[in-house]
């Protein structure tokens, strides 16, 4: 089942806890800035 896999316990060491929180700090500096975007919605057909 899909499911069973999520409640079983797992361990991680230290080095691994801290190799994750630094790849996730990482991605924050990382970050690009957001854009706008403009959007025309076709309504119907016609529009095409």
């Known amino acids: 089942m899909a499911t069973s896999s999520i409640t079983r316990n ?3 060491s230290v080095r ?8 996730i700090e990482e991605s924050f500096r ?3 800035p957001t854009m ?4 025309n919605k ?4 016609e529009e095409l």
């Open 42 to 45: 076709i309504r119907g057909q």
């Open 30 to 32: 990382d970050r690009k």
């Open 16 to 23: 691994e806890a801290e190799s994750f929180a630094n790849a």
């Open 36 to 39: 706008s975007v403009s959007v």
């Open 10 to 12: 797992f361990y991680i």
